[in-house]
């Protein structure tokens, strides 16, 4: 089947993404809510924040390798048991060593998901549909996180804090095991790749790490990811602060989620009218002045307009930064390069909210939307100096023309 031909794969991608990723949504802040029931600081929760991105630090680059010579499907259903056992196990556990713990456990999960979910979208899609196809591919996340903070403030309050939480994590690993309704034979037979005797030798990292573009887009992710995992965090401890109940929070959270979700539907014509370069730079220059002014003390409505805005260009990040990756990699390792690109997200979600902890401990619960500003700025400006898309970009009318890239495509 040529790749692009047939979309209800990518229709059934988007419905599981969007329960597992409403699982980790609902599940993040509901740890944090948990974790100050049991005694937790501002540093504490910045640590088991941490501790579900570490796991996935280690794991990111073998199952890319795996991916690139095997099937991306059998992750799929890997990450769903592993996210909904996090989340219940999460939900269940007595002290903040073992929250923790299963918090990593519920991040391998996301990753082996996402990882899978990614290389099944790089290799059925044609290079020329990448960019729309990455877009309504996040539009799952983005309905997640639309609806999960939500559910979580709706059952987190009242008098009992810690079973509130609890409740929030066994409905959380609940509505996660739904996703595997839609994962029955989602990925192509005869997209599979070829045997690695039959690629021949794997792309070292070094090799794939100095491609023009991949860094860019790295760094870009890398970015964005922690600007969306600390505001899930820590928006629940500035709540606490100002006095912002739960189910504010929640839908607050939710807001920003929205507004991802309307920028990855006109995100087609946003790069038709100012390419992929630019609409990155402006993007990334306006998340960061939005994410310092959070720390202002703003009132409910102005939070809310602000993390609309914040959410739309937020929106932009992800997929860019997926297409730019997996077109400026080598062949025969873009499985690989969009593991890296998801290493570096982790190694983000391990330093920021750690930072973040440290930081929120000395200067107050707000300054970690003023590094997170800081980062943004500096991932706006390696945006603007980055040129590797324009060469893309291109040449996507030589291989819409000429079909080569449709072949190419579904060697990955």
Not at 52 to 59: E, M, S
Not at 123 to 143: C, K
Request: net charge positive; aromatic share 4%; hydrophobic share 50%.
């Amino acid at each position: 089947m040529r790749p692009g031909r047939n979309r209800g794969w990518l229709l059934r991608l988007v419905i599981a993404f969007g329960f597992a990723q409403g699982a980790v949504s609902m599940a993040r802040p509901a740890v944090s809510y948990r974790a100050l029931a049991l005694g937790a600081d501002e540093r504490a929760i910045g640590v088991i924040a941490g501790v579900y991105a570490l796991l996935p630090l280690f794991a990111a680059v073998p199952l890319g390798r795996r991916t690139d010579h095997g099937r991306c499907a059998p992750l799929l259903p890997v990450g769903v048991v592993l996210i909904s056992g996090g989340c219940v196990l999460s939900g269940v556990a007595g002290s903040l060593g073992t929250m923790a713990l299963w918090s990593g456990v519920m991040g391998l999960g996301h990753l082996c998901f996402v990882i899978g979910s990614q290389s099944l979208v790089a290799r059925q899609s044609a290079p020329h549909e990448q960019d729309r196809n990455f877009g309504h591919f996040t539009i799952g996340a983005s309905l997640g996180q639309l609806v999960g903070p939500i559910a979580a403030g709706a059952l987190i309050g009242g008098g009992d804090m810690a079973d509130s939480s609890a409740l929030a994590l066994l409905v959380a690993g609940a509505g996660c095991a739904v996703a595997f309704t839609s994962l029955w034979r989602i990925e192509h037979r005869d997209s599979t790749p070829k045997s690695r005797a039959e690629q021949g030798e794997r792309v070292p990292v070094g090799r794939i790490l100095n491609a023009r573009g991949v860094p860019a887009g790295i760094l870009i992710s890398l970015s964005v990811l922690s600007a969306t995992d600390i505001l899930t965090a820590y928006l629940p401890v500035v709540g606490e602060h100002r006095g912002i109940a739960p189910s504010v929070i929640g839908v607050l959270l939710s807001v920003r989620a929205a507004a991802s979700i309307a920028c990855r539907l006109v995100l087609t014509p946003l790069l038709r009218l100012l390419g992929r370069t630019l609409l990155l730079t402006v993007t990334c220059l306006l998340a960061a002045l939005l994410c310092a002014g959070i720390a202002l003390p703003v009132p409910v409505w102005g939070l809310g307009a602000i993390l609309a805005l914040l959410g739309f260009c937020l929106g932009v990040g992800q997929p860019l930064s997926m297409t730019t990756v997996v077109q400026a990699a080598p062949d025969g390792a873009r499985s690989t390069a969009l593991a890296l690109r998801l290493t570096g997200n982790r190694l983000g979600q391990v330093a920021a909210p750690a930072a973040a902890g440290l930081v929120a401990g000395v200067a107050g619960v707000a300054a970690p939307f003023v590094m997170l500003g800081v980062l943004l700025l500096v991932s706006s400006g390696v945006a603007v100096r980055s040129r590797g898309d324009a060469r893309v970009e291109a040449a996507v009318p030589r291989r819409r023309r000429s079909g080569s890239g449709l072949r190419r495509s579904s060697d990955v």
